[in-house]
């Protein structure tokens, strides 16, 4: 007999619930009511486990057994063996490389095992809706210690002493932000959550919500008491993130009527609440001017910041706003200390706040890599290593070209800098940043022009157009590209990339535009052989630019293995194809538009690009 009850935890991150993990849900409970099971296990809906690309997933506790890829049909077999026998079903299992483990754990899994959890710390072990299970597993004693045991002196020092950076991309020193608040003048100050995260492939910060949002929550409260004379804080969150919306208004009316928001918290003396704002999905409302102005109902342009927002923010009074994942990480630094926290990472702040990369932080990986999830990695960290022991390497046993950090205006870090330690500082070296944390791996299939090209159409969209070299110069370098990308580009193109870039970078208004060339400079970098190949030999390397394609049909493959099947011929849009049916198909150069459609459709692969 088991001397536990066991706990099906089931993620309802928005990933697992766009893959049916709420069938999932469904289905165990019903399996586990026909067998009359309830004093035996329950199921659980948590946030975000992180391994994004093995949902739905269903962990069992206490025993740490990880089911990955579920579908309703596999939950009558999983519960009669698992829970019934209790012999765990291995063929729904995670297949760790090490075939001498017989049940492998979850913490055998490479994804997880080399992780180190400090904002992550309850994924997948908490029901979100459920403050109960928060303060189980420590929640909220951070808050007690400030308001308790602390001065907000103290407690400001604390921060400052950890080395805490700011997490959403400009990594500034997080204590030295609280105290230029603190310091400010004004009766009035406030707090804010930057929870817009508009990064394509990017969302550690809706993760985070999803599956922690009382960590949020208690980590603003902390700073509004050591920041003093705040009263009232807001979260901007994005209207794209419904289920993040949902689990923060619900955490919130739960911390109200637990007396850890409102009036006099904790008997403390202390008043502080909490408003959500929505955000309309403007991503330049991601910069701190920009979204200040959206939640007090103007457009949502950025500001010169000849006076810092710390001074005069929100409605003009000194506002500190900092995002998800830093806040996040307040609470257990508190509850830790700072020198727990500070041995963590690279560098030395204890002179210097800019002097180094403490703690972890949270990346989205993304792109062509095995293992696609949320990760939580030591500052410092080889870039090799997220790739390929957390990642699991490149899909398809394709061979790795470069990895974009930072989101749409990060750069890209090619092969030769695998093993360079992510870090503030390391990353900018080389042309690209931490950012927010997205993280694009790509293969030897992709194209750097085309990557450049794409990142760059996403920045030059949401740009304000309030000043003229983002709106302007952006517009022009994207221009320049889509020339490139169909053989219409030049050498003198190249350089005039280049010094585009650069005046962008020095003259825009805000990050957004001095960041948006990145992708453009660090692929021209590295990968300039790709530009010049499509300047000078009108060629893609890698054939994604399909207008600088030519398309041929091996003859032999058409017949031996696709029989003349002629399906390339009723696709063509441009009747380029000729050839019976069960007869050798041809391709006319001279009406070719290439499109690309005959090498899509073909099942054979006797379509050839070259």
């Known amino acids: 007999m088991k001397r536990y009850r066991l706990q099906l935890m089931v993620c309802a991150g928005t990933g697992c619930v766009s893959n049916h993990s709420v069938e999932i849900k469904d289905a165990l409970d019903r399996e586990i009511e026909k067998h009359k099971l309830q004093n035996e296990a329950e199921v659980v809906f948590t946030g975000c486990n992180g391994f994004c690309g093995a949902g739905p997933i269903v962990v069992v506790q206490p025993d740490g057994v990880f089911y990955q890829l579920l579908k309703t049909a596999d939950i009558p077999h999983l519960v009669e063996e698992h829970l019934l026998k209790g012999r765990p079903v291995k063929k729904l299992m995670y297949s760790p490389p090490a075939e001498k483990i017989p049940i492998p754990k979850m913490s055998d899994i490479p994804f997880f095992s080399d992780q180190t959890l400090i904002a992550l ?43 805490l950076r700011g997490r959403g991309g400009g990594g500034f020193p997080t204590g030295v932000k609280w105290e230029s608040c603190k310091h400010a003048h004004g009766d009035i100050k406030h707090v804010i959550c930057n929870a817009d995260e508009g990064d394509p492939g990017a969302f550690m910060d809706r993760s985070i ?30 209207m794209e993130y419904p289920l993040a919306i949902k689990r923060f208004q619900i955490a919130i009316k739960q911390a109200r009527e637990y007396g850890l928001l409102g009036e006099n918290i904790l008997d403390a003396g202390f008043t502080f609440d909490i408003d959500i704002r929505r955000g309309a999905g403007a991503f330049v409302c991601g910069e701190s001017t ?22 005069r923010g929100l409605w003009e009074r000194p506002t500190c706003l900092n995002n998800v994942e830093t806040w996040a990480n307040v609470p257990q630094i508190i509850l830790k200390g700072a020198q727990w926290f500070s041995s963590i990472g690279t560098g030395d702040v204890s002179a210097d706040p800019w002097g180094g990369s403490k703690g972890t932080k949270v990346f989205s ?31 398809d046993g394709k ?53 450049a ?62 960041s948006a060339p990145n ?90 690009v070259a």
């Open 121 to 163: 710390r309850n994924r997948g072990m908490i029901d979100p809706e459920q403050i109960d299970d928060y303060i189980a597993r420590g929640g909220y004693k951070g808050l007690v210690k400030a308001l308790t045991m602390m001065t907000p002196d103290e407690v400001l020092k604390e921060i400052k002493s950890s080395g």
């Open 209 to 238: 919500i999803e599956g922690d949002p009382h960590a949020v929550i208690e980590g603003m409260i902390i700073g509004a008491y050591a920041i003093e004379k705040v009263h009232q804080g807001y979260i901007y969150v994005r």
């Open 290 to 311: 920009a979204l200040m102005a959206s939640v007090e109902g103007k457009p949502g342009e950025p500001r010169a910041k000849y006076i810092h927002t710390v001074e």
């Open 365 to 395: 990986l993304a792109g062509k890599v095995n293992n696609t999830g949320l990760v939580e990695v030591p500052m410092g960290i080889p870039l090799r290593d997220i790739v390929f022991k957390i990642g699991g390497g490149i899909r």
């Open 399 to 451: 061979k790795f070209k470069a990895v974009q950090t930072g989101g749409p205006s990060g750069g890209f870090i090619p092969e030769s800098l695998l093993d360079l330690p992510v870090d503030y500082e390391e990353l900018t070296k080389v042309g690209s940043m931490m950012g927010s944390g997205g993280m694009v791996v790509t293969d030897e299939d992709n194209c750097m022009v085309d990557m």
């Open 453 to 514: 090209r794409y990142f760059l159409a996403f920045t030059q969209a949401e740009s304000c157009g309030k000043c003229t070299p983002c709106r302007e110069g952006t517009k022009q370098m994207l221009d320049i590209l889509d020339r490139i990308s169909v053989g219409e580009g030049t050498e003198e193109d190249l350089v005039t990339l280049e010094d585009l870039s650069n005046v962008i970078v020095e003259s825009s208004l805000c990050a957004l535009g001095g």
């Open 519 to 608: 992708p453009v400079l660090t692929t021209l970098k590295y990968f300039r052989e790709e530009y010049e190949a499509h300047v000078k030999d009108k060629k893609c390397p890698s054939h994604t630019c399909r207008k600088l394609n030519t398309y041929s049909i091996d003859e032999k493959i058409c017949l031996k293995l696709g029989h003349g099947c002629h399906v390339c011929v009723k696709h063509c849009p441009d009747a380029a194809i000729i050839g019976e049916r069960k007869q050798v198909h041809y391709i006319d150069p001279a009406k070719c538009s290439k499109c690309g459609v005959c090498y899509d459709v073909c099942n054979f692969k006797a379509v050839q």
